[in-house]
């Protein structure tokens, strides 16, 4: 049987949620030039796609977490993630602010939070980890207990490793860059003569990027 991590990074190339390209590299939000886009939000809008991300995503959780009371997404991009998984299982759902707001309650957990209430936070995309353990911080700040979080995808940065495991937060995806690449390879989106400045791009990004 084919793997899950394969099945959605097919998908992920097939809708153009994922691009890759070599001769022209994206910008990213923090100035970082890259080979690969990636659009998690594209998803929602493919139901074939979609049933399978959140169907898995909570087979994850049912198989993993049991115990657990709330669903938490983070925003903006995994908001409707969190809920449709957060439907699947029949739990509650809440989602989390990058900040407090500034005006009404101040709110940065929005949602009805019991206290102890134990926690998976679904997210749809781990780059450096930072905006996904913010959010891992906050519900414990209201005094949640965060089981874990579960993803889409992950770029498999050291970076990110290291800090999950420094936050004490199981990460667990469903697909990442490396099965992506070989599926690309596979299904021939990219030749195999690009297999290695990916690959370089994905252990080295900010040196990579500021080689351009």
Known sequence: MESIEKIVARQLLEI????????KPFTWASGWKSPI????RKILSYPKAREIIFKNLAKIIEQNYKNVDVIAGVATGAIAWGVLVAEALGK???YVRPKPKDHGTGAQVEGDLPAGASVVVVEDLIST??????AVDALQNEG????????IFSYNFDKARRSFEYGNCELRTLTNYD????????????????IALLREWRFHPEAWGQNL
């Open 16 to 23: 153009k949620a994922v691009r890759l390209n070599t001769d």
């Open 37 to 40: 886009y990636c659009d998690n």
């Open 92 to 94: 509650p759902f809440v």
């Open 129 to 134: 980890g930072a905006s996904s353990l913010s």
């Open 144 to 151: 949640a207990h965060v089981l874990g979080m579960v993803a």
């Open 179 to 194: 099965t992506l690449i070989d599926e690309a390879l596979n299904c021939n989106y990219i030749r195999e003569k690009e």
